[in-house]
């Protein structure tokens, strides 16, 4: 059975920072490219960050600078670093695990992040 847990979510001020983990089971993880999503409400579900089996990372244009993605594939965790955080930036924040060449796609159940003062 394959799990993503998220953790990390929480209520922070303005230009605060946050750390994000996803913890995984029942993959390889270390196959998988991780990916972390985001999902404001009334908008539609939004790729954050990437990062790749080989730990090469991309962001999306819009929190580049501000975020920092890695993986530790020992603990079968993909982390989420986010700074300076906005309220623009609230969301559901979710982990993917993706492995395209096994067709296989796995979601976690999110965490919230607001940012509000």
């Known amino acids: 059975q394959v799990q993503l847990v998220e953790s990390g979510g929480g209520l922070v001020q303005p230009g605060g920072s946050l750390r994000l983990s996803c913890a995984a089971s029942g993959i390889i993880f270390s196959t998988y490219t991780m990916s972390w999503y985001r999902q404001a409400p009334g908008k539609q579900r939004e790729l954050v960050a990437t990062i790749s089996r080989s730990s090469a990372t991309n962001y999306v244009d819009s929190m580049r600078g501000r975020l920092t993605i890695s993986r530790d594939n020992a603990k079968n965790t993909v982390y989420l670093q986010m700074n300076s955080l906005q309220p623009e930036d609230t969301a559901v924040y979710y982990c993917?695990?993706?492995?395209?060449?096994?067709?296989?796609?796995?979601w976690g159940q999110g965490t919230q992040v607001t940012v509000s003062s």
């Open positions: 993917n695990a993706n492995k395209t060449s096994a067709l296989r796609n796995y």
